[in-house]
């Protein structure tokens, strides 16, 4: 059974920085590629980021390459995203999950590509 937990994430000023964390318990993570996704209120979910199983491989939506970056650490089992020059439209629930099929990222457009979703953690960037 594929569950992932999200943490890490909290209120910041613009400008600063988070680190979320996407942990796994029951699984090995590294036969999976993990994405990052976040849902805004009255929003649909948008893929944030993504890395392959074996960490060689990272993408990113074009609002957050240069900002976010996702790294990951399989003998520990958890994906990492920072965040940086963090904006208030970057406010919103994030949320980590694996690829059905394995260690390849296979873009962001598609959650349904993606199971194992936990219950996010919210980000919230204001003054």
């Known amino acids: 059974q594929v569950q992932l937990e999200e943490s890490g994430g909290g209120l910041v000023q613009p400008g600063g920085s988070l680190r979320l964390s996407c942990l796994a318990s029951?699984?090995?993570?590294?036969?999976?590629?993990i994405a990052w996704f976040r849902q805004a209120p009255g929003k649909e979910r948008e893929g944030v980021s993504c890395?392959?199983?074996?960490?060689?491989?990272?993408y990113y939506a074009d609002s957050m390459e240069g900002r976010f970056t996702i790294s990951r650490d399989n003998d520990k089992n958890t994906v990492h995203l920072q965040m940086n020059s963090l904006k208030p439209e970057d406010t919103a629930v994030y949320y980590c999950?694996?690829?059905?099929?394995?260690?390849?990222?296979?873009?962001?457009?598609?959650?349904?590509?993606?199971?194992?979703w936990g219950q996010g953690t919210q980000v919230t960037v204001s003054s």
């Open positions: 999950a694996a690829d059905r099929l394995g260690g390849i990222c296979r873009g962001l457009a598609s959650p349904q590509l993606y199971n194992g």
């Open positions: 029951e699984f090995s993570l590294k036969y999976y590629a």
């Open positions: 890395i392959s199983g074996r960490g060689d491989t990272t």
